[in-house]
């Protein structure tokens, strides 16, 4: 059993930056893929990036390649995702969840946080 818990989430403003952990627990952890997705109100839940198990390889999805940052400290069995240059348009509740390799939909991922919330106002 692999356990995640987000956390960072909070109201900014349109600009800043943000960075949101997953710390993870149980055996499997270190050998699972990360991936964080976000989901608006009213919409699907999405793909934002997935790195792999040992932190040296990350795939994101273009629409955020440029502003977001994803970062696995492999000691600590922590990921983080580092927002950058926030809009209205990113608030969502961002998840984490771990998955066997790389996979971009959600129902590849095994294993699912309860979700952090980012608001961003103007």
């Known amino acids: 059993q692999v356990l995640l818990v987000e956390s960072g989430g909070r109201n900014v403003q349109a600009g800043d930056s943000l960075r949101l952990s997953c710390s993870g627990s149980?055996?499997?952890?270190?050998?699972?893929?990360i991936g964080w997705f976000r989901q608006a109100p009213g919409k699907e839940r999405t793909f934002l990036v997935t790195i792999s198990e040992n932190g040296r390889r990350a795939i994101y999805h273009p629409s955020v390649k440029d502003r977001f940052s994803i970062l696995r400290d492999t000691e600590k069995n922590t990921v983080y995702l580092d927002l950058n240059d926030l809009t209205p348009e990113d608030t969502a509740t961002y998840y984490c969840a771990a998955s066997r390799g790389y996979m971009n939909e959600v129902d590849e991922y095994d294993y699912w946080g309860q979700g952090t919330q980012v608001t961003v106002s103007v």
């Open positions: 149980g055996n499997a952890f270190s050998h699972l893929y």
